[in-house]
């Protein structure tokens, strides 16, 4: 007799296979940007470029030889996977408005104040605004409303 429990879990999410070392390290990159921009700072929006920026400096260090971030004291390539999982949820909430990437694009949100194209996202309000209204803008409009 099998005395093991049975469990149904094909087809599951198997986050058994995450690798535990490394993801701690992504894990010490995201503390390390909460300590020095503040908690979900990454999730008010930063403009594709700049991410993909970083993440090419990060790449191109370690492909150098570099293991560690000289100012963060962190692994590169942590720094790259923390960049990408940041453009990757962008990507897969369709947040557009920070998409600075080369070609024409159209703008897919609107500002809740002014209508213009909108570039910044306020996650904890799940509002789009434009560059141009601030947050205490909206803040203002919703006090008209």
């Not at 993909?52 to 492909?63: C, D, L």
């Not at 960049?83 to 920070?98: E, P, V």
């Not at 904890?124 to 141009?132: A, H, M, T």
């Amino acid at each position: 007799m099998d005395d093991v429990a049975k469990k149904a879990d094909m087809g599951k999410r198997r986050y058994d296979l995450l690798p535990a070392e490394a993801l701690e390290s992504v894990v010490d990159v995201l503390t390390h940007g909460a300590e020095k921009y503040g908690d979900h700072n990454w999730e008010t929006g930063l403009k594709f470029g700049r991410v993909f920026g970083a993440i090419m400096r990060h790449a191109w260090a370690w492909w150098r030889r570099e293991e560690i971030d000289p100012e963060s004291g962190l692994p590169h390539l942590a720094h790259v996977i923390v960049n990408g999982l940041f453009l990757l949820q962008y990507t897969l909430k369709k947040i557009s408005g920070f998409d600075d990437r080369p070609g024409v694009i159209e703008a897919k949100h609107s500002c809740e104040i002014c209508g213009a194209p909108a570039d910044v996202y306020l996650p904890s309000k799940r509002k789009f605004l434009c560059s141009r209204c601030t947050s205490d803008d909206y803040n203002a409009w919703l006090e008209k409303r």
